[in-house]
C-alpha cells in the first residue's frame, strides 16, 4: 500500500491518514494492519491513567519533553472520553500539544471514546502499532482511568503510570479497587499541595500490603506543571523495563498481551459472523423476542446463532 510505504518513510501526512482509517473502520485498514505489523514492536509503550484532572496530560507533556531531550522520538495517544469526535482535548491539552506538535520527532494523537464498533481498545492498540511501525521510540497512551474499556487499553503498555494527587481520598480508595494492580509505577503529582505525605504514605502502604516478590511499584512524587520529578520518574520507568528485560519478563508480557489481542479480535469476527447472517432471517429479533416469552433462554438462543440449522 502506498500510504504504508509512505508511513516508513517518516511521512507525517500518511501516518495520520493511516491513523484515521484505522479509527474509521476503513475497508482497508486491515490491509494496512497486515502491512505495518512487521515493523512493529520496537517501540516501549507507556500507559498512564489516573482519576481526571490528576496531571496526566501535563506529566505526558512533561515527560515528551524529557525524552525528545534525550534523543528519544515520541508519539502520543491521547483517549479522550469527553467527545465523540478527536480534538475534544481541553483548551490547555491543545496548547500543550500544539506546542509539541511543531517538532518533527512528535506525534500526537488525541480519540475519542465512541463510534469504535470493534471497541476502543482494539482500536488504540491498532493505533500503536501504527505509531511503532512509525518509528517513535516512546508511546505514551493518556486515558482516564475508569471502565473496562480504558483498562483493556493500559494493559497493551509495557509499563502503566497510575496518577493520582493529594487529598483526593476517595480516588485512593479508587485506585485500591480498579487499578492497584495494574500499576508498574505510582505517580503522586501535585506534590506542592498539601496532603502529600499522608498521600504517599497511604500508597506505600497499600503498595506494601499488596505486592508480592519480584517488581514493587515504585512511588514517584511529581510537580508536573513544574517539571519536578520528571527525571525520577523517567528513572524509575526505565528502572522497570530493566527489571522486565532481566527477569524475561518482557517476552512473556507481550505474549500474553498477543493471546489477549487474538482473543479479543477472534471475539469480534465471529460476533460479526453470526450477526450477519443472523439478520438476514430475522432470526435474532426472533430469537429475543422468545427469550422475552422465556420460550428459551440465552445460552440455547446463542448455541442457535452459532450452529443455524
Ligand atoms: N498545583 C499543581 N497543579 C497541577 C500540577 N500538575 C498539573 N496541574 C494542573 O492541574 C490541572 C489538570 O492537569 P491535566 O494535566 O490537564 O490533568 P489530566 O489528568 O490530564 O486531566 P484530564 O485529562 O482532564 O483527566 C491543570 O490546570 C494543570 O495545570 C501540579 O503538579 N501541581
Ligand atoms: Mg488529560
Not at 38 to 61: C, Q, R
Not at 181 to 190: H, L, P, Q, T
Not at 195 to 212: H, P, Q
Request: net charge negative.
Amino acid at each position: 500500500m502506498e500510504l504504508v510505504d509512505r508511513l516508513l518513510a517518516g511521512d507525517r501526512r500518511a501516518c495520520a491518514r493511516l491513523i484515521t482509517l484505522v479509527e474509521n473502520e476503513a475497508p482497508e485498514a486491515k490491509q494496512a494492519l497486515r502491512e505495518v505489523y512487521p515493523y512493529t514492536g520496537n517501540a516501549h509503550v507507556i500507559g498512564v491513567t489516573g482519576p481526571p484532572g490528576a496531571g496526566k496530560s501535563s506529566l505526558v507533556d512533561k515527560l515528551t519533553q524529557y525524552y525528545r531531550e534525550q534523543g528519544e522520538t515520541v508519539g502520543v495517544i491521547a483517549v479522550d472520553p469527553s467527545s465523540p469526535f478527536t480534538g475534544g482535548a481541553l483548551l490547555g491539552d491543545r496548547i500543550r500539544m500544539q506546542e509539541r506538535a511543531t517538532d518533527p520527532g512528535v506525534f500526537i494523537r488525541s480519540m475519542g471514546t465512541r463510534g469504535h464498533m470493534g471497541g476502543l481498545a482494539l482500536t488504540t492498540k491498532d493505533v500503536i502499532k501504527i505509531l511503532d511501525a512509525f518509528g517513535k521510540d516512546i508511546i505514551l497512551v493518556e486515558t482516564v482511568g475508569t471502565g473496562q474499556d480504558e483498562i483493556d487499553i493500559i494493559k497493551a503498555a509495557d509499563t502503566v503510570l497510575v496518577v493520582t494527587m493529594p487529598s483526593l481520598g476517595d480516588d485512593i480508595q479508587a485506585i485500591k479497587a480498579g487499578i492497584l494492580e495494574i500499576g508498574d509505577i505510582f505517580v503522586v503529582n501535585k506534590a506542592d499541595l498539601d496532603y502529600v505525605d499522608k498521600a504517599v504514605m497511604e500508597l506505600e502502604m497499600m503498595l506494601d500490603f499488596n505486592s508480592d516478590k519480584g517488581w514493587r511499584p515504585p512511588v514517584v512524587r511529581t510537580v508536573a506543571n513544574m517539571g519536578v520529578g520528571i527525571e525520577e520518574l523517567a528513572e524509575a520507568i526505565q528502572a522497570h523495563i530493566g527489571y522486565l528485560r532481566k527477569e524475561g519478563l518482557f517476552e512473556e508480557k507481550r505474549r500474553l498481551k498477543i493471546e489477549m489481542e487474538l482473543l479479543e479480535v477472534l471475539n469480534q469476527l465471529i460476533v460479526k459472523e453470526v450477526l450477519e447472517k443472523a439478520k438476514k432471517t430475522n432470526e435474532f429479533d426472533n430469537l429475543v423476542d422468545l427469550i422475552l416469552e422465556r420460550e428459551t433462554d440465552c445460552y440455547t438462543a446463542a448455541e442457535k446463532l452459532l450452529n443455524p440449522k
